[in-house]
């Protein structure tokens, strides 16, 4: 497991690498902020419960509960029991995510003619294996900062994400988790704007991030 360094008052950073993936351990209570360090990047976001491995974040319980597309600030996602894994506690970034696309695989790659390229799938499996996490399936992210979503007319839209550089997403652990997260490995318009890059990932006691707001 990628644990990452300390940088006191109980807070922890671990750095994504563009087009990786890293897990981190949360406890209950705690606060897990992504930070898109420099900008247009998606990060693709699972947590699995630390005590029972069989309960994971879902993405479509979690539309069926909150009724919407996404969260709103305050709202929770959840697991297949409906249960809260994580709350939405704060975004600066324009709020602009997704949780309709699974992550990308090498399939979708190769179908471009891209074989052997880095994926978000393959990252996720190699990241939850540090942590000891093998699942049965695996589970659709939330894609953070991901700019796409239905049309009217049932199409799906993908742009450029919206997100600035340091613009963050903050969320407040409801139960002891591993919390994975991928730097999407797109790295051709639109999505990340055609070139990939890392993240950060923020995680302390609530009292110490919620003074924060804004990334480091
Ligand atoms: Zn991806």
């Known amino acids: 497991m990628a644990e990452g360094a300390g940088v006191g008052g109980g807070r922890r950073q671990v750095v994504v690498p563009a087009q990786s993936g890293r897990a981190a351990r949360v406890r209950r209570g705690d606060l897990v902020q992504v930070v898109d360090i420099e900008g247009h990047q998606v990060g693709d976001l699972w947590a699995v419960d630390a005590a029972d491995h069989r309960r994971w974040l879902s993405v479509s319980h979690t539309r ?3 009724e919407r597309l996404f969260p709103a600030v305050g709202g929770a996602f959840c697991d297949h029991w409906g249960e809260p894994v994580l709350e939405l506690a704060w975004d600066t970034s324009p709020g602009v995510h997704d949780m309709f696309f699974p992550a990308c ?6 179908s471009r003619g891209l074989a052997g390229h880095p994926n978000c799938r393959d990252n996720f499996l190699a990241a939850a294996a540090s942590a000891g996490i093998v699942l049965p ?3 659709d992210p939330v894609n953070l900062f991901q700019n796409s979503g239905p049309r009217p007319d049932g199409t799906l839209a993908i742009g ?7 613009d963050a997403v903050a969320f407040l652990a409801r139960r002891d988790l591993v919390v994975i997260v991928t730097a999407c490995s797109v790295d051709y318009p639109p999505l990340n704007q055609g070139r990939c890059s890392p993240l950060r990932v923020e995680i302390g006691p609530a009292d110490r991030l919620r003074r924060r707001k804004r990334a480091l």
């Not at 695989?105 to 190769?110: F, N, S, T, V």
């Open 160 to 166: 450029v994400a919206a997100s600035a550089p340091g």
């Open 64 to 66: 069926d509960r909150s």
């Open 137 to 139: 399936v695996v589970p």
């Open 105 to 110: 695989d090498r399939w979708l790659y190769e």
